[in-house]
């Protein structure tokens, strides 16, 4: 399995970015694939994520109504549109698989596969 994120960068407050997350190896019939965020100094939250089953997407409540994350099941890619970005967005965002179905919020230690990361600043 192989999970790949891209996208991140240096961005102003109320700018945008997009993240892309190409996974190889893992099946998008079932599980999740999941969007998370660590700022220096902090515990790793879950932003967003996405039942492959059934496409159920769940966010947290600090990016509701800004965020929104989609998938090309056929590339095999998930992105996370980040819009009317605050300073408190900043961190290394990773992408991570769950074979089983997460509940959500969902604790990050039980993901299964996580790719590098890739930082997002958001600073004027």
């Keep these: 399995v192989q999970v790949v994120e891209s996208g991140g960068g240096l961005v102003q407050p109320g700018g945008s970015l997009k993240l892309s997350c190409a ?3 893992f099946t998008m019939d079932y599980g999740a694939i999941g969007w998370f965020r660590q700022a220096p100094g902090k515990e790793r ?5 996405i039942l492959t089953s059934d496409g159920t997407r769940y966010y947290a409540d600090s990016v509701k109504g800004r965020f929104a994350l989609s998938r090309d099941s056929a590339k095999h890619i998930v992105y ?15 992408c991570a698989l769950d074979y089983d179905t997460p509940a959500w919020p969902s604790d990050w230690w039980i993901w299964d596969w ?9 600073s004027s």
């Design 23 to 25: 996974v190889s190896g």
């Design 45 to 49: 939250e879950g932003v967003s994520a």
């Design 80 to 94: 996370l549109q980040m819009n009317n970005l605050k300073p408190e967005d900043t961190g290394l965002y990773y």
């Design 114 to 122: 996580w790719g590098q990361g890739t930082q997002v600043t958001v």
